[in-house]
């Protein structure tokens, strides 16, 4: 895929990685929203070095916490329409996903698609999910891309 960055074998190695970069802090994130709240389609690049898997795990149950606020994927294709994607999760699911690109076989061998995920509209009830926004150990305090109609 024309991707030059190797990573390490080690966890410790890569946090060193980061930290070399002045990346010292973590970036768990617990998300809440309420009702007119959404997060637009991104891709949660932070700093120099990315791990290229990232982690979220619904911690609200829905139909019963919240209506809405579905976790979306787009896919942008090259020469071709973006493919969103709409992952159905139940309280505790976790779903892991490329931060920025992924590959896909095409007819003249692998090519990376650009990725990009986001939240749905919350119609009701409050929605919280836990996040590792991306393996490196830059700080972010709140998604720069979450709204809150309030």
């Keep these: 895929m024309g991707i030059e ?3 390490p074998r080690k966890h410790d190695a890569f946090t060193a990685r980061c930290h070399d970069a002045g990346q010292t802090l973590p970036t768990p994130l617990l998300l809440r929203y309420v009702p007119g709240d959404y997060n637009c389609l991104h891709q949660d690049l932070y700093g120099e070095h990315v791990f290229p898997i990232q982690m979220t795990i619904l ?19 090259s020469r071709m329409q973006s493919r969103a994607e709409v992952v159905p999760l ?9 931060v920025h690109h992924r590959p896909v076989q095409g007819t003249r061998g692998p090519y990376r ?6 939240v749905s509209r919350l119609r009701s009830g409050r929605w919280h999910m836990l996040c590792s926004a991306s393996s490196s150990t830059t700080r972010l305090r709140r998604s720069a ?6």
Excluded: I
């Design 5 to 7: 960055t190797r990573f």
């Design 59 to 77: 911690l609200s149950k829905p139909e019963r916490d919240f209506t809405g606020g579905q976790f979306v994927m787009t896919e942008q294709r």
């Design 90 to 98: 139940s309280q505790g699911d976790a779903v892991f996903f490329a």
């Design 113 to 118: 698609v650009n990725m990009r995920h986001g």
């Design 145 to 150: 891309y979450s709204f809150s109609s309030k």
